[in-house]
């Protein structure tokens, strides 16, 4: 399986700003996924970050407030833009291996 | 609208018994299906996946695949306190590849 890399691994941030979170694979891996987690519930898909084009985002996600970057087959970032306290979640990293999806540590945010 | 639906829970069983976790899918065309466990604070880590009809078991963990009944199972075998986590059902979308998750099915081992 893939080694995946995220980070930072928690942040408490105020309102209003932005962080970008990283995500680092040991491999290339043609498709990575962006989740988020909100307190007691499920993973809920919020992009596929493709390589060498723009993002494909799930109904209800937008780039303008999740702006993702994928400038090659073994990095992304996404962004949490103009930040509200319902943002704070779990953002998950998640890679495809032979049909299989591993997950990053993930990023714990808690927003002011 | 796709969607995998799992009991909640919490599920509650005596140590050394069978844990039997469930998930139902609406996508008659979904051809893979996984399990993840999560604990508490920690990302979901993969513990099976199956995609041909019938049983697939290692070690304590069996999947269970009915894709008439577009349903899938996971059997907990000797339930160890450890196995206390949330386990996660998932089904990949047959169009665009993406995983679909249920909302998780709390497991609590007693000892």
């Known amino acids: 399986s893939a080694v995946i890399s995220q980070k930072p691994s928690r942040d408490i941030c105020q309102r209003g700003t932005s962080l970008t979170i990283q995500c680092q694979v040991d491999?290339?891996?043609?498709?990575m996924f962006w989740y988020r987690q909100q307190p007691g519930q499920s993973l809920t898909l919020i992009a596929t970050?493709?390589?060498?084009?723009?993002?494909?985002?799930e109904s209800g996600f937008v780039i303008d407030k999740f702006p993702i970057s994928r400038p090659n087959l073994t990095f992304s970032t996404l962004t949490v833009s103009n930040m509200s306290p319902e943002d704070s979640s779990i953002y998950l990293c998640?890679?495809?291996?032979?049909?299989?999806?591993?997950f990053g540590a993930g990023t714990r945010l808690s927003v002011l | 609208q796709k969607e995998v639906e799992q009991n909640s829970g919490p599920l509650s069983v005596p140590e050394g018994a069978i844990a039997s976790l469930n998930c139902t899918y609406s996508?008659?065309?979904?051809?893979?299906f996984f399990w993840y466990r999560q604990y508490s604070g920690k990302s979901p880590e993969l513990i099976m996946f199956?995609?041909?009809?019938g049983d697939k078991e290692d070690g304590r963990f069996t999947a269970q695949l009915n894709k008439a009944s577009q349903y899938v199972s996971l059997l907990i075998r000797d339930s160890q306190p450890s196995d206390s986590a949330t386990y996660l059902c998932?089904?990949?979308?047959?169009?665009?590849?993406?995983?679909?998750f249920g909302q998780g099915t709390e497991l609590s081992v007693k000892p």
């Open positions: 996508d008659r065309g979904s051809q893979s």
């Open positions: 491999s290339q891996v043609t498709m």
């Open positions: 998932a089904v990949r979308d047959n169009q665009g590849g993406k995983l679909i």
């Open positions: 998640s890679v495809d291996g032979d049909g299989i999806q591993y």
């Open positions: 199956i995609y041909s009809n």
């Open positions: 970050a493709n390589q060498g084009s723009e993002a494909t985002y």
